[in-house]
């Protein structure tokens, strides 16, 4: 059983279908706290998702004669201030903060990957140019720059998005340069180098592969970090604005009742500590599942 | 360590005059004449165009920013109109009571959180290690704003025992602590989490190194051990840590404020905001930004002293 050459063999042995497993899913799938997360997380999508079947109230008409119902049969969640189901509003309000924070954190991937694979291959004038930038945005806390940007240029839809995946972005460019300057340094790349494969070939082909990993990992740490500065932003009046259902801008309104209505910020912000928990989870279990050297050390 | 020091200090100037461009460039991010949005739609043409040479917005762009430059290390950041008062005496007013509370959240997470990582670094795979670990997840995840709200909620709303919000004087006056716990607890629970798990991490790390060993071989007690040779070290990383939570500090004094109308900077700030009191807006973050600059380069600085080994 221990001789070394035995193993080889052994793998030609297993039957294909369970060969195609790889040795990271199968990590993943036995570490029940990221599981857990995941099935949270694609629940609460598809709840979003399929908001109008779930509940009978619209998420923003009032219902006047209606305020202040505590949570019961009717109304699950109870009623606001402004006779609004509390459930209608989390399940729409996913939609904003799940659908909007998944969004820009694709935003900020693929804009810090494309900057941080320029910057880390070209290197040279362009490198230092990029980096200095790079370094400015990174002494600026990500929650007062995105707070500045969008009180200045104005909250919109598009305005917060792109300010909330902006504000992320440089980390990104700085972990892709990172990783590029180590692996452009590798065997694999001198080879192609060697081959004849142009530079934009060997970037995509060759570099983003091996990068897929270690991005997804901190994608998806960092999508809990979006969902509370997109709730913060709204919170404090330049993210999403009234009457939109959005868990920040909910517990905006919940702070003003809070002697009357307790359970209106009971909800959205379970939603949101809930949502950055699962986040969590799942970023970790996938950082365990593809460098299982992390897991041993931190024990 | 005399070059170490000139050298992080001249790598902060330029990302200190790039911060500044940035906070500049940020009135002209403003869709449309920031003078006639600040004014508001009935302003009569003459008063926005007189605005708009007040603001210095009628130069070109590089005349601008050098003004800007040159008031700002002058100590002149403008006037606010919204206030009727100097931005920069504004500002140097409600500093005081944000680095307080900031002080206090940074106090509060280090005297609960070292403990907590401690404990669960001697006591690895226990009850109190699992304990310490869930309430560090939990921690990291609540949203500050939220736990804010939460805790007004239980110890003002239900339980009486403490003030929903403003700031009842100085911090050693009963009143003035009164008023700062439920802020400072709010920021600071979520420093707490990461500084618990850093501790336990870095404890971990530090205790299997071979002069923990080596005193424990010379038969020291183990709190000796524990405190003179593994915390000394395991602390390294949690000092450049709360170097980055000046940042979180900052980014969470604004939603904290705002929950609680603590008069600092970040509820200056969202006034600013609300109001469009653009150049107050503008002071408000170039103070703040050039304040955690500074933080960082002095823990920098610092940080040769506390381990030789960088040097």
Excluded at chain 1, 74 to 82: E, V, Y
Excluded at chain 2, 191 to 208: F, G, P
Aim: glycine letters at 8%; a positive charge.
């Amino acid at each position: 059983m221990n001789d070394p050459a035995a193993r080889p063999r052994a793998a030609r042995a297993t039957p294909p279908s369970e060969r195609r497993v790889s040795p990271g899913w199968d990590r993943f799938r036995r570490n029940r706290l990221a599981v857990g997360g995941a099935v949270f997380l694609a629940v609460l999508a598809l709840a979003c998702t399929a908001a109008p079947l779930l509940t009978r109230y619209s998420p923003v008409a009032m219902t006047l004669d209606q305020p202040y119902r505590p949570p019961g049969v009717a109304h699950p969640l109870g009623t606001d201030t402004l006779g609004r189901d509390v459930w209608s509003r989390i399940v729409f309000g996913g939609r904003f903060d799940l659908g909007l924070s998944v969004l820009a954190v694709l935003l900020a991937t693929s804009g810090g990957v494309c900057i941080g694979l320029v910057s880390g291959y070209a290197g040279g004038a362009l490198d230092d140019a990029l980096m200095r930038i790079v370094d400015v945005l990174l002494a600026i806390p990500d929650l007062l720059l995105a707070l500045a940007l969008v009180a200045f240029i104005g909250p919109s839809l598009t305005s917060v998005v792109l300010i909330l995946a902006f504000s992320r972005m440089p980390r990104y460019a700085r972990l892709v340069r990172g990783s590029v300057l180590g692996l452009k340094k590798l065997e694999f790349v001198t080879a192609a180098t060697v081959l004849g494969a142009s530079r934009a070939r060997i970037l995509v082909r060759h570099l983003v592969p091996n990068l897929t990993g270690p991005i997804s990992v901190y994608s998806t740490l960092d999508l809990g970090g979006v969902i509370a500065a997109l709730a913060g932003l709204s919170f404090v009046g330049v993210g999403i604005q009234p009457p939109a259902a959005e868990w920040g801008l909910m517990l905006t309104d919940a702070r003003q009742n809070l002697v009357l209505a307790p359970w209106t910020a009971v909800f959205p912000g379970l939603a949101i500590t809930l949502c950055i928990i699962a986040f969590n989870f799942v970023g970790d279990g996938a950082r365990d599942a593809l460098d299982p050297r992390t897991r041993r050390r931190t024990r | 360590m005399a070059a170490h020091a000139l050298k992080r200090l001249a790598e902060a100037v330029p990302t200190l005059i790039g911060a500044s461009m940035l906070v500049f460039a940020l009135i002209h991010l403003v869709p449309g004449d920031p003078a006639a949005v600040y004014l508001g739609p009935d302003a009569l043409a003459s008063d926005v165009a007189t605005l708009r040479h007040h603001l210095g917005l009628d130069r070109p762009l590089a005349a601008q920013y050098w003004l800007y430059l040159t008031h700002a290390l002058a100590g002149d950041l403008g006037r606010s109109y919204t206030y009727k008062a100097p931005i920069l005496s504004l500002i140097l007013g409600a500093l005081p009571n944000t680095l307080e509370l900031s002080a206090a959240a940074l106090l509060f997470s280090l005297a609960l959180a070292l403990p907590l990582g401690i404990a669960a670094a001697l006591r690895p795979q226990t009850a109190l290690d699992y304990a310490s670990t869930t309430v560090a997840v939990a921690g990291v995840a609540v949203p500050v704003f939220w736990l804010a709200i939460m805790l007004i909620f239980v110890f003002a709303v239900r339980l009486h025992w403490l003030p929903a919000s403003g700031r009842g004087g100085p911090p050693w006056t009963a009143e003035g602590l009164a008023h700062l716990a439920l802020p400072a607890l709010s920021l600071g629970l979520g420093l707490t989490a990461s500084t618990a798990r850093l501790a336990r991490a870095s404890m971990l790390e530090v205790l299997d190194e071979e002069y923990v060993r080596t005193a424990r071989a010379k038969g020291l007690r183990p709190r000796a051990v524990t405190l003179h040779h593994a915390l000394r070290n395991a602390l390294i990383p949690i000092v450049t840590n709360v170097s980055l939570q000046v940042g979180i500090l900052l980014g969470g004094a604004f939603l904290t404020e705002t929950v609680f109308a603590w008069p600092g900077i970040g509820r200056l700030a969202v006034d600013a905001m609300v109001r469009r009191d653009y150049p107050l807006l503008q002071g408000v973050l170039l103070i703040t930004i050039v304040f955690f600059i500074l933080v960082n380069l002095l823990v920098d600085l610092v940080y040769p002293l506390l381990d030789p080994r960088i040097r």
